[in-house]
């Protein structure tokens, strides 16, 4: 007779639970450099153009602590990778505190990548511009992705905008004829975009006029200084008169 134990009608259930993922660790030595090694723009007009958008917008977001306006920095987007980086030509990220200065932009330490963003395209730059920048900016959610073409070789027409539809895909932003040229609304930055020749200026309708560019602030800032030495100069004159007036009335009451 057979010692062997007879079996259940029903063996259990015994389901394999699906494994994890094992957690990424990063490690704590990574460095981020601040700097990819490559100019900043292919030409003087790229670079003209590229400044002369920036500088406006970090002057209308001077005294906001939290609008943080970028140009030419390393931006991160996965945690531990170096090589996952891109450098938008300029950005803006409405939430991040702008305090302190950074050296390179961490997605995840900002909680986003930006609001706005906007590539100068030109010859080197086009390809990347137009294909892989657009699907990463969309991957990582910027509200607004524009290009500008200063040389009108490359963009038809010079300016192109996109914007996060509710699906979260970008869609095209409609172009409009203005002042005998072309204007976007960047509905992020509450703004006009214009080209004009090389330059993409910045139009606030609120206002009804162009944020000053570097050039004109200087000749701004220089109209205001000689205004205030006009003053100053009349000031000292009348106190001069004033006084000879007085000297004039002491010596004939003596």
């Not at 209308?60 to 943080?68: F, K, N, S, V």
């Not at 090589?83 to 995840?108: I, T």
């Not at 000292?236 to 007036?245: D, S």
């Amino acid at each position: 007779m057979s010692s062997a134990q007879p079996m259940p009608d029903h063996q259990p259930n015994l389901r394999m639970r699906p494994a994890k993922p094992p957690k990424r660790r990063v490690p704590a030595s990574v460095e981020y450099p601040e700097s990819d090694g490559k100019p900043m723009a292919e030409t003087p007009i790229h670079w003209h153009a590229t400044v002369d958008f920036a500088h406006p917008l970090m002057d209308r977001y001077a005294d906001r602590p939290d609008a943080y306006v970028g140009s030419d920095m390393l931006m991160y987007w996965r945690e531990g990778d170096p090589a996952k980086r891109v450098s938008p030509d300029v950005f803006v990220a409405f939430g991040p505190n702008k305090e302190p200065a950074r050296r390179v932009w961490k997605v995840w330490a900002e909680g986003k990548a930006a609001d706005f963003v906007l590539e100068v395209t030109s010859r080197s730059t086009r390809r990347r511009d137009e294909g892989f920048k657009a699907g990463l900016y969309e991957r990582l959610q910027v509200t607004e992705y524009w290009q500008f073409d200063p040389t009108k070789d490359y963009l038809r027409p010079s300016l192109k905008g996109r914007r996060l539809g509710p699906d979260g895909a970008y869609e095209p932003i409609p172009l409009e004829e203005r002042d005998g040229g072309l204007a976007g609304w960047s509905a992020a930055l509450g703004l006009e975009l214009r080209p004009q020749g090389h330059a993409l200026r910045l139009f606030d309708p609120a206002h009804g006029e162009f944020l000053p560019n570097s050039e004109e602030k200087s000749r701004i800032i220089a109209a205001v200084e000689a205004e205030r030495d006009a003053e100053a100069a009349a000031r000292r004159a009348a106190e001069a008169r004033i006084a000879e007036l007085e000297r004039l009335l002491a010596e004939a009451g003596e």
